[in-house]
């Protein structure tokens, strides 16, 4: 599982500094985690390779977490993308893209769905053989929701060497990966857990931006690995947060541990603040496993 | 008169270039023109201070020329602006940034006016007692103007010198800088021409982009000082214009000579080539006086 901070700044994007994006790669997916201004020109610059975005989650409609998406959308076009594209956000998301094509006379020659939310409840919203993305309801000054990222377990995996060793036909091997007891070539019972070895441990994330401190989503996101969750201010700041529905480096960390994650990264810092370090060490007095998002960062979670 | 090229690229924002936008400073109006994905970017890198853009002028919907401007306006709205804005650009563009306002729930605390355009015949927009800004109708894919800004014929300048020892009372001298012949002191007719100089000769600048070909508009920017026409292909690929509706860098040459423009600028260039001087040669075989656009590039004509 490996991460990509394009962006993880808050409000307007600078010279040196980027809205929210990031790139989450697990299980072969590449997933586009909200698309502020400029995050094709970020995806540039990481090479990342536009084809393998298939879907891409917005959280909410604020300019700094989706302005940049009507711009991917039409490079895509631009650049004769023939994949399907699923984009899923928020009711109006749809609305808002398809009414600049018209604008525009610019149609997508690819697929493009959109999947509009607006539950308040954690759903499912896609599912394949190997992941599962749910939403985390958040709660921000539009309707708002986090993405929950997580591997379905793996196969168990066979221990070759004991697997002859006990005289099982190849045609049981498929059985065994699922975790079955098999017949070896002379009828005896063979169990399943003296051939095979357990599966990886399925990874999982979780994305939580933009929210105020919110403990609702600590039964969806419990013992995730990572969890990312938005860190506008500091605790000295914490007067703010109810009327701006933000969050301090400090409540992200209680989430953190109360849901006893793996690890938590920070992110979507004010620009009031002159450097990030202050935000870790707030974080840190509550929760040991603390990173820092920051603009081209790449976090490799294996 | 001072222009920025904050962009010049044609299509898509990339890691190196940035798509169609310029700041036109023209007696202390400083004009936005075009607004493509990371404009706002730019204007901080080249220290524009945001509170002197007070009108924006798009040319047409596609998205290399306005997908920057809704976050424009937002990040406005963010850093407490509250000078009016006025916004002119084709029908629709009211709707699609109001559109996105209303689904971040997020309102201007300034005034933003939106003028929108659907003549297809040259239209006086703006007009103050120091400048006019004319559109020039264009011919693209969709519904498009250029835009003229003129400078007006300013006031004659006094020749202190001679003003004086004519015995001309300073009452006199409003009279005497329209143009207007006075009595002196002994009541003696001076003519106008004795103590006054010419005026500075009155600036413009016609910004014409995406267009085909399209001789109708020599007209409208007949002797204008400068011409931005935009070039994105070369001769060699001249089938492509009629479809895409562009120009080549000898077709925005063919232009400038037409209307007998004093410098003429090149600009929108298709990223399928390799360095731009190719552009300027192809120009200067029909007109002598060719500059090329490039992204951070300032123009001082005066």
């Given at each position: 599982?490996?991460?990509?901070?394009?962006?993880?700044?808050?409000?307007?994007?600078?010279?040196?500094?980027?809205?929210?994006?990031?790139?989450?790669?697990?299980?072969?997916?590449?997933?586009?985690?909200?698309?502020?201004?400029?995050?094709?020109?970020?995806?540039?610059?990481?090479?990342?390779?536009f084809?393998?975005?298939?879907?891409?989650?917005?959280?909410?409609?604020?300019?700094?977490?989706?302005?940049?998406?009507?711009g991917?959308v039409s490079t895509f076009r631009l650049l004769g993308r023939?994949?399907?594209?699923?984009?899923?956000?928020?009711?109006?998301?749809?609305?808002?893209?398809?009414?600049?094509?018209?604008?525009?006379?610019s149609?997508t020659n690819?697929?493009?769905?959109?999947?509009?939310?607006?539950?308040?409840?954690?759903?499912?919203?896609?599912?394949?053989?190997?992941?599962?993305?749910?939403?985390?309801?958040?709660?921000?000054?539009?309707?708002?929701?986090?993405?929950?990222?997580?591997?379905?377990?793996?196969?168990?995996?066979?221990?070759?060497?004991?697997?002859?060793?006990?005289?099982?036909?190849?045609?049981?091997?498929?059985?065994?990966?699922?975790?079955?007891?098999?017949?070896?070539?002379?009828?005896?019972?063979?169990?399943?857990?003296?051939?095979?070895?357990?599966?990886?441990?399925?990874?999982?994330?979780?994305?939580?931006?933009?929210?105020?401190?919110?403990?609702?989503?600590?039964?969806?996101?419990?013992?995730?690995?990572?969890?990312?969750?938005?860190?506008?201010?500091?605790?000295?700041?914490?007067?703010?947060?109810?009327?701006?529905?933000?969050?301090?480096?400090?409540?992200?960390?209680?989430?953190?541990?109360?849901?006893?994650?793996?690890?938590?990264?920070?992110?979507?810092?004010?620009?009031?603040?002159?450097?990030?370090?202050?935000?870790?060490?707030?974080?840190?007095?509550?929760?040991?496993?603390?990173?820092?998002?920051?603009?081209?960062?790449?976090?490799?979670?294996?």
């Amino acid at each position: 599982m490996k991460l990509t901070i394009l962006g993880c700044y808050s409000a307007t994007p600078r010279a040196l500094t980027n809205t929210t994006s990031q790139v989450l790669e697990i299980n072969n997916h590449m997933f586009l985690i909200d698309c502020g201004e400029g995050t094709q020109v970020q995806l540039r610059k990481h090479k990342i390779k536009f084809s393998r975005i298939k879907r891409i989650f917005i959280s909410h409609l604020h300019g700094d977490h989706f302005f940049g998406l009507v711009g991917l959308v039409s490079t895509f076009r631009l650049l004769g993308r023939d994949t399907d594209l699923h984009i899923y956000g928020p009711k109006g998301i749809k609305e808002v893209v398809t009414l600049q094509m018209k604008l525009a006379d610019s149609w997508t020659n690819y697929n493009l769905y959109f999947h509009e939310l607006t539950s308040t409840e954690s759903e499912l919203i896609f599912e394949d053989d190997k992941v599962e993305v749910y939403t985390i309801p958040l709660e921000h000054r539009v309707y708002t929701n986090g993405y929950l990222f997580k591997e379905k377990e793996g196969e168990r995996k066979l221990n070759i060497a004991a697997v002859e060793k006990a005289n099982i036909d190849i045609s049981y091997y498929r059985k065994l990966k699922q975790g079955f007891d098999v017949q070896n070539e002379k009828g005896e019972l063979i169990k399943n857990n003296l051939v095979t070895k357990p599966a990886n441990k399925p990874s999982s994330y979780a994305f939580c931006s933009d929210t105020v401190y919110r403990e609702d989503i600590v039964p969806i996101i419990k013992n995730v690995d990572v969890l990312y969750h938005e860190s506008t201010f500091l605790d000295k700041h914490a007067h703010l947060t109810q009327k701006t529905k933000h969050s301090t480096a400090k409540e992200a960390a209680i989430i953190a541990k109360k849901a006893g994650v793996g690890k938590l990264v920070l992110g979507h810092y004010s620009t009031r603040y002159d450097g990030l370090n202050q935000f870790k060490e707030e974080a840190e007095m509550v929760f040991d496993n603390v990173e820092l998002a920051e603009d081209g960062k790449v976090f490799d979670f294996t």
